[in-house]
């Protein structure tokens, strides 16, 4: 556990490039790169009343949540152009934590999850995350549009997409590329809800997309560290270690010391 805790700093570093010098005026938009699928504009519906609409993940009918997805014309531009679609999609589709689970396959579900359209929806078999934390740094500021990001952390092996796999799209942070090259961020290509970000070994799931349905389930999933809260761009009043960069490796700033948790820090 501690091997996996400590290569997964490791992969949010390389993941998130951590270059907190680089400029947010540089970073390209993945949507950009991704030919959009959307046709339907807002309209005159302001902001704040959509936010209001919409302010609650939508689990939509399946005839409206299909409708875009399993076109493979769409799904090759999504994994890049090299080698055939259909070679590319069954390979992908084959691997965690990807890999599409047969009907009869065991699969013993702890938690549901969707993004915001409901196109994209995942299960989790398992129910306590390997680990569970709030990053302050300046590219999940930007990334998520957020003051800091929330993730949680699981094996590639745990996670089952049920609806809209082929809907997903990639973000390379570190080349700055809309590719599905490790480590990178994935997020619904319809609504481009963050689903998780996918490492070499794991994958950093946000838990907002869960349906934590029980207090204890809201219990499992409690932060347990704050990371790069040097770049805070609020102050947060919990007892939790706060670490200036990464866990571990980086100055206490705040808090309290780290506490062991299933073999985790
Ligand atoms: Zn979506
Ligand atoms: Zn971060």
Redesign the pocket.
């Known amino acids: 556990m501690r091997r996996a805790s400590e290569s997964l700093h490791v992969q ?1 570093r390389s993941l ?1 490039g ?1 270059k907190h010098s680089r400029p947010r005026h540089l970073l390209p938009s993945a949507s950009n790169f991704i030919r959009s699928r959307t046709t339907s504009g807002s309209g005159s519906r302001s902001i704040a009343a959509r936010h209001t609409a919409l302010s609650r993940p939508s689990r939509l009918p399946t005839s409206q949540t299909r409708q875009p997805l399993n076109r493979m014309e769409d799904t090759r531009n999504l994994h890049g152009s090299s080698g055939t679609g259909a070679q590319r999609s069954e390979e992908w589709q084959s691997q965690a934590p990807y890999r599409v689970h047969g009907q009869q396959e065991e699969f013993d579900v702890k938690h549901e999850a969707s993004c915001h359209c409901g196109r994209v929806q995942y299960q989790l078999k398992r129910a306590v995350p390997l680990d569970s934390k709030f ?7 930007v990334q998520h549009g957020a003051p ?2 929330w ?1 949680a952390i699981f094996h590639k092996e745990d996670i089952n997409f049920t609806r809209g796999h082929e809907g997903l799209e990639w973000y390379d942070s570190a080349k700055r590329e809309a590719r599905h090259t490790l480590p990178c961020k994935v997020r619904c290509a319809y609504c481009k809800t963050p689903i998780m970000d996918e490492g070499r070994r794991m994958i950093l799931l946000f838990p907002t997309l869960i349906s934590l349905k029980s207090e204890q389930a809201r219990r499992d999933f409690r932060p347990r560290m704050h ?2 809260y040097s770049q805070r761009v609020v102050d947060i009043d919990d007892d939790l270690p706060k670490w200036s960069g990464m866990a571990k490796s980086s100055e206490l700033i705040g808090g309290s010391e780290p506490k062991e948790v299933d073999g985790n820090l």
Do not use: I, K, R
């Not at 990053?135 to 500021?141: G, I, K, P, T, Y």
């Open positions: 949010h998130l951590c990053c302050h740094c300046v590219e999940c500021q800091f990001q993730a990371m790069f």
